[in-house]
């Protein structure tokens, strides 16, 4: 029977030969409906499945077993903030932090005392007490360095911030940089972003930096972006979000060997499992390892803080994971490399229990 037949002669307007011209009216409807149903599963696919074969391949990198002696080599650090240099911190505070580190591998303190200013100048009064911590440090916890965290916002992304492309305003960052080693700082650490891989300014500024620090005897110590997961990723995620996020590896190789220390922030991963996080920490350790010369010390960063956004979620991006993921990836890389350790984000965001796993994990494993 056909489909003209089963259509009621009232509901066509005119009889059996009506509802005949009527009655195919719906199949083109039908045919968007398949081709839009189409059209989403192809972009889920298109979508998902690289995600899940990202997320297979990080799982993955989490597995296994650490190498024995995978550990602190006594060389690690910890970030600061500007609290011990503004007059907050006390004698009794500084006794504190000094047991504290006592039975760990920290021997650098990254002392915020910034923040430079846009054009690269430094006001001494941003940090009024820094003779003191310095003193009170060096007497407290002998063999600790104290070295001034400088940085500042780049006009990489916005029209406010600091322009490394002016000669001027990295000569006058390399004046602030005197200045802060004429005030008694074991060394220099600077973290400017957001830093785009390739910046030839950042290279240049670097060397500049180095003859000063290598000149006091101090080290030169730098915060470094993450390299590129897969190939060209900071070129993608430039075009397509204009924040390109990561460094190619081969840029992260070029600071590498400009600096005598140099430490990944690997958190802020977006990644929202401890297992695909940790997966990825062991991958940014091999990347890091593979180009950073034996000379300089290369440190990966703990997230010692607790967010919940896009970008960091704190049941993910916890300590115990990074620490296997730093294990794993030094093991399958380079596992009995000296120079090489971890880098605490930051003192005044930590808890006891990421003391606790950074001190069970790492220094007494």
Same mark, same amino acid.
């Given at each position: 029977?056909s489909?003209a037949r089963?259509i009621p002669?009232?509901?066509g307007?005119?009889?059996?030969g009506?509802a005949?011209?009527e009655a195919p009216?719906?199949k083109?409807r039908r045919?968007r409906t398949v @081709?839009?149903r189409?059209g989403?599963?192809?972009l889920? +696919? &298109?979508?998902l499945?690289p995600l899940? /074969?990202?997320? &297979?391949?990080?799982? =993955?990198?989490y597995?296994g077993d650490?190498?024995?002696?995978?550990?602190?080599?006594?060389?690690?650090?910890?970030?600061?903030?500007h609290a011990?240099?503004?007059?907050?911190r /006390?004698?009794?505070? &500084?006794?504190a =932090? #000094?047991r504290?580190l006592?039975?760990?591998?920290?021997r650098?303190?990254? *002392?915020h #005392?910034?923040?430079?200013?846009?054009d690269?100048?430094?006001p001494?009064?941003a940090?009024?007490?820094?003779?003191? +911590?310095i003193?009170?440090v060096?007497?407290? #916890?002998?063999?600790?360095?104290?070295?001034?965290w400088?940085?500042d916002?780049l006009?990489?992304?916005s029209?406010?911030?600091?322009? =490394?492309a002016?000669?001027d305003t990295r000569a006058a960052?390399?004046? $602030?940089t005197?200045?802060i080693?004429?005030a008694g700082f074991?060394?220099?650490?600077?973290?400017?972003?957001p830093l785009?891989?390739?910046?030839e300014?950042?290279l240049d500024l670097?060397? /500049?930096l180095?003859r000063v620090t290598?000149?006091?005897?101090?080290p030169?110590s &730098?915060?470094a972006h993450q390299?590129d997961p897969?190939p060209? %990723?900071?070129?993608v995620?430039?075009t397509?979000?204009?924040?390109?996020?990561w460094?190619?590896q081969?840029?992260f190789?070029? *600071?590498a060997?400009?600096v005598d220390?140099?430490?990944?922030?690997?958190?802020?991963? $977006?990644?929202?499992l401890?297992?695909?996080y940790g997966?990825?920490?062991?991958?940014?350790? $091999? +990347?890091?390892l593979? *180009?950073t010369?034996?000379? /300089?010390?290369l440190l990966?960063?703990?997230?010692?803080?607790r967010?919940n956004n896009?970008d960091h979620w704190?049941?993910?991006?916890t300590v115990?994971?990074?620490v296997? !993921?730093?294990r794993l !990836?030094?093991?399958?890389?380079?596992?009995h490399r000296?120079?090489?350790g971890?880098a %605490?984000?930051?003192?005044?965001?930590?808890?006891e229990?990421?003391?606790?796993?950074?001190?069970?994990? @790492?220094?007494r494993?």
């Amino acid at each position: 029977m056909s489909q003209a037949r089963d259509i009621p002669a009232d509901r066509g307007g005119g009889g059996d030969g009506e509802a005949e011209k009527e009655a195919p009216a719906p199949k083109p409807r039908r045919r968007r409906t398949v @081709w839009i149903r189409r059209g989403v599963l192809g972009l889920a +696919l &298109v979508v998902l499945v690289p995600l899940l /074969t990202v997320a &297979v391949a990080l799982r =993955l990198n989490y597995a296994g077993d650490p190498a024995d002696g995978t550990r602190t080599r006594g060389k690690d650090a910890i970030w600061l903030g500007h609290a011990w240099v503004d007059g907050r911190r /006390t004698d009794a505070d &500084v006794r504190a =932090l #000094a047991r504290r580190l006592g039975d760990t591998g920290i021997r650098d303190l990254y *002392v915020h #005392a910034g923040p430079l200013e846009h054009d690269g100048t430094l006001p001494a009064s941003a940090y009024p007490k820094a003779a003191w +911590l310095i003193g009170a440090v060096h007497k407290a #916890a002998p063999g600790i360095r104290v070295q001034a965290w400088l940085g500042d916002k780049l006009a990489t992304e916005s029209p406010d911030g600091m322009r =490394l492309a002016d000669k001027d305003t990295r000569a006058a960052v390399v004046r $602030s940089t005197r200045q802060i080693l004429a005030a008694g700082f074991d060394g220099a650490h600077f973290d400017l972003e957001p830093l785009h891989s390739g910046d030839e300014h950042y290279l240049d500024l670097l060397d /500049t930096l180095h003859r000063v620090t290598r000149a006091h005897g101090v080290p030169l110590s &730098v915060a470094a972006h993450q390299i590129d997961p897969l190939p060209a %990723l900071h070129s993608v995620a430039g075009t397509l979000a204009e924040h390109p996020k990561w460094w190619s590896q081969a840029y992260f190789g070029q *600071v590498a060997r400009r600096v005598d220390q140099i430490a990944v922030m690997s958190y802020d991963t $977006s990644t929202p499992l401890e297992s695909l996080y940790g997966g990825y920490v062991a991958q940014q350790t $091999s +990347l890091a390892l593979e *180009v950073t010369p034996d000379s /300089t010390d290369l440190l990966m960063g703990l997230p010692f803080y607790r967010e919940n956004n896009f970008d960091h979620w704190a049941h993910a991006e916890t300590v115990p994971a990074a620490v296997r !993921g730093i294990r794993l !990836g030094l093991s399958r890389t380079d596992a009995h490399r000296p120079n090489f350790g971890v880098a %605490l984000y930051v003192d005044f965001a930590a808890r006891e229990s990421d003391w606790t796993a950074y001190e069970r994990d @790492w220094v007494r494993r």
